[in-house]
């Protein structure tokens, strides 16, 4: 039985969750509204304002969509009751984010300036030019478009300059020793 499929997905006050006859999953909350479409060899029932999901058969293929089913009904959840966040850290002499609209400019020692236009769903504050927070309802698009702005310039070993997730650790490097000669 896997660990994390077993667990019960419970429902907070204000969300509601429905499932079609097709095995998708409408979740819809204060914050906005997910669907997702769950595996036919998923099931997906309902009772009490807890979500249960089990698995028909023991299958390879049933057991590996067990936990990931139960993980994305629980992100949807989550996500329209309180949404998620990434924070981004930017390091480096001249580097530097601004919000105008409804776009993100960054400064990252580039000839040019990096215009990056919100996708929809996902917003973006930059409260001090070396932090930049990107919000949203949807879990995997919240983490990729914090992955496409860490892209364009990721944190280097020598001097850790660049664009980096709040917390993460950049393992330095020791740069060229001295040539005697």
Do not use: C
Not at 8 to 19: A, H, K, L, W
């Amino acid at each position: 039985m896997s660990r994390i499929g077993r667990l019960p997905v419970t429902i907070p006050d204000g969300v509601e969750v429905n499932v079609g006859k097709d095995n998708t999953v409408a979740v819809k909350g204060p914050k906005g509204e997910l669907q997702e479409k769950i595996a036919s060899k998923i099931k997906v029932e309902i009772k009490e304002g807890v979500i249960h999901v089990t698995r028909g058969n023991d299958e390879k293929e049933s057991r590996s969509l067990h936990g990931l089913s139960r993980s994305l009904i629980n992100n949807m959840v989550v996500g329209v009751s309180d949404g998620f966040e990434k924070r981004l850290e930017i390091n480096g002499v001249g580097y530097k984010a601004e919000k105008q609209g409804d776009k993100l400019t960054l400064s990252l020692g580039y000839s040019h300036p990096v215009e990056l236009k919100d996708p929809e769903g996902i917003t973006t504050e930059a409260p001090s030019a070396t932090e930049i927070i990107v919000k949203g309802i949807d879990k995997s698009l919240v983490g990729n478009y914090a992955a496409i702005i860490r892209g364009w310039r990721p944190p280097e070993p020598y001097k850790g300059k660049g664009i980096r997730y709040r917390g993460e650790h950049v393992r330095r490097k020791e740069g060229k020793a001295g040539v005697k000669g």
